[in-house]
């Protein structure tokens, strides 16, 4: 039987529950975290999809099919009409404008995955970029769905990040998780125990950056 993405986050298991139970993310279902910490976040995730739209165009390069062009343009196209607008509008709640956010020097963590996604992908091929991509993109829905299930999250308006909550658990966001990850089963079905391993490393280092992602945001660190 071939490998599926659960082999992946069974490879790195710490490191997963670490990401998707960082005290970041659970401070912000609690309604707990400090305002400066999500702000901080919100201008260096701003940054994080305009790389990540970057990463994507890179798909549609290393693309081999119709089907794999498409999917790399509805990647981009999700991010750019619909992440990034959400986005902006998040940050203008918050208090910040798109001319700050223009301004933004990218912080170390940031730096440190995005350009890490984009060398996966440049070194490699689509699998490898798509493994490097999925501790954001599926990771999010889990965040989401963690968050919801847990009897301290916060949900209303007595929490000041249930928006941010309620956009990764929504319906369109958990299906476009769901397709992610059926493509990521499919193609690592084919792989053999060499390549898997490779993958493996691919994705343990990529969730290790997402946990210094959130951590930035905790550190207020540029």
Not at 114 to 126: E, F, Q
Not at 165 to 175: K, L, P, T, V
Not at 187 to 210: H, K, M, N, P, Y
Request: hydrophobic share 45%; charged share 25%; proline share 2%.
């Amino acid at each position: 039987m071939g490998y599926r993405f659960t082999d992946l986050v069974d490879a790195c298991r710490d490191d997963w529950h670490a990401y998707i139970e960082h005290d970041f993310v659970l401070a912000l279902g609690r309604g707990e975290l400090a305002d400066a910490s999500f702000r901080h976040y919100l201008k260096q995730d701003y940054l994080f999809l305009l790389q990540f739209s970057r990463a994507y165009a890179l798909a549609a390069y290393k693309s081999h099919s119709l089907d794999e062009l498409r999917g790399a343009f509805d990647g981009m196209k999700t991010i750019l009409d619909v992440e990034l607008g959400l986005h902006l509008a998040f940050c203008r709640d918050w208090g910040i404008g798109e001319a700050e956010l223009a301004e933004l020097p990218e912080a170390r963590a940031t730096l440190a995955y995005t350009r890490y996604v984009l060398d996966a992908g440049s070194r490699g091929d689509l699998l490898d970029l798509h493994v490097a991509l999925a501790p954001c993109m599926v990771g999010y829905a889990d965040i989401a769905r963690n968050l919801n299930a847990r009897p301290d999250t916060l949900r209303g308006a007595d929490n000041p990040f249930d928006a941010w909550i309620a956009m990764y658990e929504s319906d369109d966001f958990q299906a476009a998780a769901r397709q992610e990850q059926a493509w990521l089963d499919d193609q690592l079905g084919q792989v053999s125990g060499e390549r898997f391993a490779r993958l493996s490393r691919i994705f343990a280092d990529a969730t290790r950056l997402e946990i210094d992602f959130w951590q930035m945001g905790l550190d207020l660190s540029d």
